[in-house]
């Protein structure tokens, strides 16, 4: 049987690691240590006033970035700063052409339709396969990498990430859709591929 002092310091290291994940998350979309360091701290705050609700279903850590997003958008939502100046922003100009992988209506073509999902649900959940997203996602650009988080993790609407990053709609959706490609091509070789080797 693991001693009980044991078994706090295991939980206290890993409450630590968790804590700088979270903070690298906060920094990502907000763009200011201290405001991160504040909306981490209100996080696990806020995990330690409602931890009775917490049943185990989740993973902690799941649990806890789910808490820090909702505290990112409601920051995010409520700071009344000028957006960032767009020249301090990379031009989505800038990137290059964009490929014709989907049709006008935003499906994909045949040609380059991703390889079959087996089992999203159970992947979802799998430590391995967080591990390779969490890889591909920390190769975007910081750009790309954060206007992702923020409409697909954070789920602010495009309105308010233009407002944010003082950028266009047109803008917002070009880096949205480079960066769901470079994702996409990312987990095709280091997850769906049949050669995908661990990273």
Known sequence: MI???????REELSIAHIREDMLRFARLQLGNDSEAEDVVQ?????????????????ALKTWLIAILKNKIADLIRQRQRRPLPASTLA?????????????RRGMWRDETRPAVWEDPEADIHSS????????????????QARVFLMREVVELETSEICTELGLSATNVHVILHRARLALRACLQTHWFGEEAEPA
């Open 3 to 9: 001693p009980s002092a044991t078994l706090a310091a």
């Open 42 to 58: 209100e996080a696990l705050a806020g995990a330690m006033r409602n931890a009775a609700s917490f049943r185990g279903q989740a």
């Open 91 to 103: 031009s989505a100009a800038d990137e290059g052409p964009l490929p014709a992988l989907f049709d």
């Open 128 to 143: 391995h396969f967080l591990r390779q997203f969490d890889h591909c996602l920390n190769r975007l650009p910081a750009q």
